[in-house]
């Protein structure tokens, strides 16, 4: 009974939110199925099983990022996914237009939500991205800092338009549509297209199967 | 020093350099000589990839710094050795340093830096060759990072429109990774990897060496347009539409090497050109045209491009306002109306109107170029010289005899010489004033133009009025200075216009005795091993023997035993043997010339050439017989050689002229004969 009658609540669900995603009413169920696996036991989708998703599904690494992936999909801030989270943050983490991508990614960067993405946070997300240089300078028992410093001085120089030291909505949105492969300056946080196209076409036949014994971690 | 103007800059300045130590092992320690900054430079170049990676590392950060910043004297004088290096200098090499060292995210965002960079600046890619940035780009190429790659390969595409940078990524193996990315899934690496393809191939190593990677049939294949496809939404499809231009502007650049344009043939390539070009989309257009007209040097392309439908977009793109479009199809109907079936077809797809029209604009030498040219080829075909008869061309190409570059006289004196044959174009020409601006251009040295001009002014002279006016302007005697030249072909180019001159002139005989040592210089050309100057200056002296002192001239100088050398040297040949035969005839006429070619045996030779199939050949043999055999030795030898039973079948010959000589021949022969038996029976 509850079977049949989850199902139908299921599909008036998907038929609402088909609309105001990217994706049709059968992918929506769909996602709603995978929902429902992720979080037997639990009613909703918590930030571990989230991030397992992440990590096993679209092979991300980053644990500061994706923890900011799930910030970004969690709207209401309760650190938990709903239903309606999960499959509208889908939508633009995978079918996303350009504005929504960016609006997206510039959440994601965004660490303090204040609306602009401050000197200290690119610093903090671009930290451990100078591996071997870092190696390098160690020998030289320089600061370590300094290259990341630099690095953070070539963005603002490219991104900040309005030359107020931050990154704000308006300026990151003028850099990507000045360079698309500037969307993801400050780390991955959007799938890779192999893993991308791989879960939208099992998605699309009907291959609902996230694996989801791994999520026992 | 102006180059470290801003503060900020020679504060960061003052960063890298305690941070990176950037004195690298080739730097002079303190020199402020420019040359000598200009030789390390070219040094480290070279040696820098000879050095190991680790070894360079730890060369530039042995150095410990010195930390006292409040040293001035110190950094004013380190600033002194670096200042000589402009600050992009630096700042790309520590791009590169980051490209290389940091993850995708720093090299992504290192590489977008680096855009920012004018590249195409001598001292940018030098900065980058230093720290063997080329090889971290192209290293990049081999990842399965796509963003990386992508960025990596927007910047491989501009640089790589220097020789040098084209020369050293060739070098690196960049070519065999740039064709894996031509079969990758994502449609921009595709397009990137083209399109730098197409720069590195304009060096001819690279295009062999992208043959033998096998990239060739790639290329081909990506210009494929499957059967099904519905060709309104291809052309809305932008992906699709650069796709298939970086192909074409690849296999352009490629087909310049023989090897590659039957590689290309073999791999189905025209079928895919032709089904491109009734796309008839602009920006695919010009590299699609551009491939053909580089491919129709080979006769076999030709070939198909005829029978491919092909001509007639050519001739319709003729009319487009795409300067580039139009230079590349002028440049493929040159190419292609070698032969005949194209000439025709470009006059009934209306084509020649439109070469016409467009030899008004001179401001684009290319172009302009390739529209002469085009009328040229074309203008070999006799219904299209009508056709350029009616359309007045000859009057708009005679402007063009003069302040143009020499590529464009050449086609034009060629095309000049074509319409020709079209007395009205003849008369075009002259009107124009176009007879002294080629005789002036006879002053020139450029062989292939003076080859065209002479031929022009040959076939001008043909007409009485052409003629005097050629004269006239000391014509006759700068083509008879044309003789003197090293080249064969001018020589003989010279030769075959002075004929016509002569012919036409009333003062022809004056005008050759006017010119000083012109008949020696004649007569000593008949000395070449060459067989056109052969043929050329044979048909001369029969025009020149046309006068009575000329000819006595000639005979002074020894023509008669000449000639009679050339009898038997080229009886194998029958150009020449013609011009020969016409010669002795002509000469025969003078005092005891008939007698010396008798003794010196032309007779037996030439009753041989009565058996030739060429008409010019035996009637010329016909001709110089019949005045031979006014001298009875000659006519014994006639007889002892059965020439009567060949000049029998002649008498009953069209050309009377011809009947004539043959009768007169066998009537001398008979008489002879006759005489002889009645002496005999006499005894």
């Known amino acids: 009974m509850a079977g049949i009658m989850g199902r139908k609540l299921q599909a008036k669900l998907a038929d609402a939110m088909s609309k105001r995603s990217h994706f049709s009413r059968e992918e929506v169920d769909r996602l709603l199925t995978m929902y429902s696996a992720l979080t037997v036991g639990g009613t909703r989708l ?158 699309e036949a009907g291959n609902v199967d996230i694996d989801v014994s791994q999520a026992k971690s | 020093c102006g180059i470290i103007a801003e503060y900020g800059e020679f504060q960061s300045f003052q960063l890298y350099f305690k941070r990176f130590n950037l004195r690298t092992k080739d730097m002079p320690a303190r020199t402020d000589s420019t040359a000598q900054r200009r030789s390390v430079m070219t040094r480290s170049i ?59 995210t720093a090299t992504l965002i290192a590489l977008c830096s680096l855009r920012d960079f004018d590249l195409s600046q001598d001292i940018c890619q030098i900065a980058i060759r230093d720290v063997d940035g080329l090889e971290a780009l192209v290293n990049l190429l081999d990842t399965t990072e796509i963003k990386c790659q992508v960025a990596s390969l927007k910047i491989l595409k501009d640089i790589s429109q220097s020789k040098p940078i084209s020369r050293s990524l060739t070098d690196l193996g960049a070519i065999q990774s740039l064709i894996r990315l031509l079969s ?78 039957r590689k290309m043939k073999s791999s189905g390539l025209i079928q895919h050109l032709s089904k491109l070009i009734t796309l008839e989309v602009e920006t695919i257009l010009v590299p699609v045209v551009a491939t053909l007209s580089e491919c129709s040097v080979d006769p076999e392309y030709r070939a198909a491009i005829c029978e491919g439908g092909i001509i007639q977009y050519l001739s319709k793109f003729l009319e487009s306002s795409n300067q580039e479009l139009v230079s590349h199809c002028a440049k493929a109907i040159f190419h292609c109306a070698e032969d005949d079936l194209t000439r025709t077809l470009i006059r009934q797809h209306a084509g020649l109107e439109p070469l016409v029209r467009l030899i008004k604009f001179t401001e684009n030498v290319s172009m302009l170029d390739g529209v002469t040219g085009a009328i040229w080829k074309v203008a ?16 708009s190409l005679v402007p063009l005899l003069h302040s143009q570059p020499e590529e464009v006289m050449i086609n034009v004196a060629g095309s000049i010489a074509e319409c020709a044959k079209i007395p009205e174009n003849i008369e075009q020409i002259r009107k124009a004033g176009g007879l002294t601006h080629l005789v002036n251009l006879l002053s020139g040295t450029n062989p292939t133009l003076l080859i065209n001009v002479a031929h022009a002014l040959g076939k001008c002279a043909t007409e009485p009025d052409s003629a005097t006016i050629i004269d006239k302007y000391d014509g006759v005697r700068l083509l008879w200075s044309l003789l003197k030249s090293p080249n064969p072909q001018v020589q003989s180019s010279a030769a075959w216009a002075i004929c016509p001159c002569i012919d036409n002139n009333k003062d022809a005989g004056e005008m050759v005795r006017s010119l000083v040592g012109g008949l020696e210089l004649i007569v000593s050309l008949l000395k070449s091993d060459n067989r056109e100057v052969l043929a050329s200056i044979c048909s001369a002296v029969a025009n020149i023997a046309k006068d009575e002192q ?19 040297a080229h009886a194998a040949d029958d150009y020449v043997k013609g011009h020969i035969a016409d010669a002795i005839g002509r000469c025969c006429i003078w005092g005891n010339n008939r007698k010396e070619f008798g003794a010196r045996g032309v007779v037996k030779p030439l009753v041989r050439y009565l058996k030739s199939k060429d008409t010019f050949v035996y009637k010329a043999a016909a001709m110089a017989l019949f005045h031979l055999s006014l001298e009875p030795e000659n006519c014994v030898v006639m007889h002892e050689n059965h020439a009567k039973q060949w000049l029998v079948n002649m008498v009953g010959d069209d050309d009377w002229v011809l009947q004539e000589a043959a009768a007169g021949c066998i009537a001398n022969i008979r008489h002879l004969a006759l005489a002889n038996d009645i002496s005999k029976s006499g005894r």
């Open chain 2, 184 to 261: 990758s899934s994502v449609a921009d690496l595709q397009c990137l990897a083209a399109e730098t393809i197409a720069n590195i191939a304009k060096l001819t190593r690279a295009r062999r060496l992208v043959r033998k990677d096998g990239g060739i049939s790639k290329f081909v294949s990506l210009l494929n347009i499957p059967p099904n496809t519905n060709i309104d939404v291809l052309k809305e499809d932008g992906q699709a539409v650069e796709l298939l231009r970086c192909a074409a502007l690849g296999l352009c650049s490629l087909s310049k090497s023989k090897k590659n344009k």
């Open chain 1, 46 to 203: 918590d930030r571990n099983k989230f991030r397992d998703v992440l990590h096993n599904t679209f092979d991300m690494t980053d644990d500061i990022l994706m923890d900011r992936v799930f910030r970004a999909f969690d709207k209401d801030m309760d650190s938990f996914l709903s239903q309606e989270e999960w499959v509208l943050g889908l939508s633009v983490f995978l079918k996303g237009t350009l504005e929504e991508r960016v609006a997206y990614c510039f959440d994601v960067y965004d660490m303090n939500s204040d609306g602009y993405i401050s000197r200290e946070e690119m610093f903090q997300m671009l930290k451990n991205s100078m591996v071997k240089v870092l190696q390098d300078l160690q020998t030289t028992e320089e600061d370590p800092d300094e290259g990341i410093k630099d690095i953070v001085e070539l963005v603002l120089k490219k991104m900040d338009h309005d030359h107020d030291n931050r990154l704000s909505m308006d300026d990151f949105m003028k850099s990507v549509k000045e360079e698309d492969l500037l969307l993801e300056a400050f780390g991955p946080c959007l799938p890779d297209t192999k893993y991308r196209e791989k879960f939208l076409s099992d998605l």
């Open chain 2, 46 to 104: 070279t040696n820098s990839r000879s050095i190991s990676k680790k070894q360079k590392a730890e060369e530039s950060y042995s150095e410990t710094s010195n930390d006292d910043m409040d040293d001035d004297d110190d950094t004013r004088d380190r600033r002194k050795i670096h200042a000589d290096l402009p600050s992009e200098y630096w700042q790309i090499q520590k791009l590169i340093k980051y490209l290389k060292g940091g993850n995708p």
């Open chain 2, 380 to 395: 070999i075909d006799r219904e299209n010289c009508l056709v350029f008869r009616d359309l007045k061309l000859c009057e």
């Open chain 2, 550 to 568: 000329n000819l006595a001239v000639l005979t002074d100088h020894g023509v008669v035993p000449i000639l009679s050398k050339l009898v038997v």
